[in-house]
T-cell receptor, first 115, second 114 residues
Framework: AQKVTQAQTEISVVEKEDVTLDCVYETRDTTYYLFWYKQPPSGELVFLIRRNSFDEQNEISGRYSWNFQKSTSSFNFTITASQVVDSAVYFCALTVYNQGGKLIFGQGTELSVKP | DGGITQSPKYLFRKEGQNVTLSCEQNLNHDAMYWYRQDPGQGLRLIYYSQIVNDFQKGDIAEGYSVSREKKESFPLTVTSAQKNPTAFYLC?????????????FGPGTRLLVL
């Protein structure tokens, strides 16, 4: 069975601080995909990134960066110089190859960025 | 604009009533999904469909039903058998390639029981 754990339920930071959201996953499959989604107060999930299990290269997109480490089964997300607009709930999710695309979500981390 | 639409935004259900949530996409995606989100929790899969006229149960299908008569549409019916239907319902779609493709989500429907 697969599982995703986001141990941080809530994080509060002051604008311009860096913040890291943790994600730990469990799966016995060798081919899988990891995702991060952002859920602003409006409710719609916004896709941020997709990573496959064979690509451990870290990725940077503007102020966002992701650190994928298979050795620790982690896929952490860092926001540099946070802004108030980053306030949202962030979800990490996992899907396994050839199983219909079922996404397993973590519980989510609510990030609050204060001015 | 390409995207996923869900309606209504808010829905109220009376005891013993069946209600249907609409999900439409114009992304030409083969696969569509329904998830349920409860406060403070992640999303859980209700049903999914990889092709027209075919669908499979997810983790929490009891009390729900779906149909997939058209590629663009995947309506979800919350039946009276669903004893705790109050939740936020999200529809998603993706290309279908052995389940590895990114899912894109609609704006959601909030269902409340009167």
């Amino acid at each position: 069975a697969q599982k995703v754990t986001q141990a941080q339920t809530e994080i509060s930071v002051v604008e311009k601080e860096d913040v890291t959201l943790d994600c730990v996953y469990e799966t016995r499959d060798t081919t899988y995909y990891l995702f991060w989604y952002k859920q602003p107060p409006s409710g719609e999930l916004v896709f941020l990134i997709r990573r496959n299990s064979f690509d451990e290269q870290n990725e940077i997109s503007g102020r966002y960066s992701w650190n994928f480490q298979k050795s620790t089964s982690s896929f952490n997300f860092t926001i540099t110089a946070s802004q108030v607009v980053d306030s949202a709930v962030y979800f990490c999710a996992l899907t396994v190859y050839n199983q219909g695309g079922k996404l397993i979500f973590g519980q989510g981390t609510e990030l609050s960025v204060k001015p | 604009d390409g995207g996923i639409t869900q309606s209504p935004k808010y829905l109220f259900r009376k005891e013993g009533q069946n209600v249907t949530l609409s999900c439409e996409q114009n992304l030409n995606h083969d696969a569509m999904y329904w998830y349920r989100q409860d406060p403070g929790q992640g999303l859980r899969l209700i049903y999914y469909s990889q092709i027209v006229n075919d669908f499979q149960k997810g983790d929490i299908a009891e009390g729900y039903s779906v149909s997939r008569e058209k590629k663009e549409s995947f309506p979800l019916t919350v039946t009276s058998a669903q004893k705790n239907p109050t939740a936020f319902y999200l529809c998603a779609s993706s290309d279908q390639d052995r389940g590895q493709e990114t899912q894109y989500f609609g704006p959601g429907t909030r269902l409340l029981v009167l």
